[in-house]
Nanobody, 126 residues
Framework: QVQLVESGGGLVQAGGSLRLSCAAS????????MGWFRQAPGKEREFVAA????????YDADSVKGRFTISRDNTKNTVYLRMNSLKPEDTAVYYC???????????????????WGQGTQVTVSS
């Protein structure tokens, strides 16, 4: 089992920045690829970004390219999501998720991640 706890959400004005953190415990963190997803009210959960187990590769949704950056620190068992130039449409609950790096399945599909945090709310005001 992997336990994930997100933090860093909050209320910010459009154009502002936030950094989300996700602390992992329970298994060897570096064996897992990590992803960030978000879900707005009435919408399906959508992919935001992912990073491979050693941080060598990252993947971003088109909607956040150039604004959001995913990174990880395996010495701290933590993955981050730096969010710049925030827009009202970024408002959602943000979740981090983990999947075994050696496992199959796209990074972009929520169902491929067996472990999830409880989520942190991000609200961007206009």
């Amino acid at each position: 089992q992997v336990q994930l706890v997100e933090s860093g959400g909050g209320l910010v004005q459009a154009g502002g920045s936030l950094r989300l953190s996700c602390a992992a415990s329970g298994r060897t963190f570096s064996n897992y690829a990590m992803g960030w997803f978000r879900q707005a009210p009435g919408k399906e959960r959508e992919f935001v970004a992912a990073v491979t187990w050693l941080g060598g590769s990252t993947y971003d949704a088109d909607s956040v390219k150039g604004r959001f950056t995913i990174s990880r620190d395996n010495t701290k068992n933590t993955v981050y999501l730096r969010m710049n130039s925030l827009k009202p449409e970024d408002t959602a609950v943000y979740y981090c998720a983990a999947k075994i790096q050696s496992g199959s399945g796209s990074y972009y599909i929520p169902g491929n991640y067996p472990y999830w945090g409880q989520g942190t709310q991000v609200t961007v005001s206009s």
